[in-house]
């Protein structure tokens, strides 16, 4: 059974970090692109930024010079660090794995706001 269970969301402040973790088991975490999604209320779901085998690294325009994706395959686990917060990085956000098949985490809520 595939899970990707993700943490680390909660509420900060204009300017203030978060590190989001998502946890995975029941694939072959090694091979596959881990990605961080987000959606916001009325929005389409986005990608943030992905991380592929290899640990070559994409992010999303909005987010560039300030988040940060990594992954720790010995313990099947991917991170994104968050700094400088914005309050339109307010959203949902997913952890995504495809490597032959594509899964979804259950999401975090972030929500940035003084």
């Known amino acids: 059974q595939v899970q990707l269970v993700e943490s680390g969301g909660g509420l900060v402040q204009p300017g203030g970090s978060l590190r989001l973790s998502c946890a995975a088991s029941?694939?072959?975490?090694?091979?596959?692109?881990m990605g961080w999604y987000r959606q916001a209320p009325g929005n389409q779901r986005e990608l943030v930024a992905s991380?592929?085998?290899?640990?070559?690294?994409n992010y999303a325009d909005s987010v560039k010079g300030r988040f940060t994706i990594s992954r720790d395959n010995a313990k099947n686990t991917v991170y994104l660090q968050m700094n400088s917060l914005k309050p339109e990085d307010t959203a949902v956000y997913y952890c995504n794995s495809r490597f032959a098949q594509e899964y979804w985490g259950q999401g975090t809520q972030v929500t940035v706001s003084s």
């Open positions: 029941g694939i072959i975490f090694r091979l596959a692109v």
């Open positions: 991380i592929t085998s290899g640990s070559i690294t």
